[in-house]
């Protein structure tokens, strides 16, 4: 199920650019606190303090391609619940992923990526597998990979679980669209 696009105040053309000044530099050189955790891919495309129209110290930015959960990111999203209790963890995926499609040109020609790309590769591969007969597959595997990752939050970490069943702290899985800037719920 998939929820209605939002356009963000940056998409919109109304960004506020706010909390980017040397006065919020200065405030928050001592403490953050951050009101959302992201897991967001890499891709230079999608920085989430312009897609959200946010500043300093207000997103707990984890980013990797892929968007993937590991136990690296896993620690660092299990140490900001702890530490700042913001009520919203989103997963962003966004559309033409390149990690999505290399794993799906994998599946397609059986061949290894080189170097450690391959980790990426086989860390999305029982995810995306479905896919790789699609042509169209990349859009499908991206909302499928944000939804996997949104659950392996959930699965993998008793802190991320403990703080959703205490009502502290939703996972939303969320895709991002690189021409119009919506971003878009995924269930």
Known sequence: MEFPCRRTRSAAGHARHPHQTPARVRETATGQHPFVIVLGCADSR???EVVFDQGVGDVF???VAGNIVDDLLL???EYAVEEFAPPLILVLGHERCGAVSATLESLRTGTTPPGHIAAIVDALTPTVAPYADDPG???????ANVRAQAEALLSTSAIVRESVAHGETLVLGARYDLESGLVTLVH
């Open 46 to 48: 999608v920085p989430l």
């Open 61 to 63: 930015d984890n980013r």
């Open 75 to 77: 620690g660092s999203i």
């Open 137 to 143: 597959g990349v859009e499908p595997a991206v909302r």
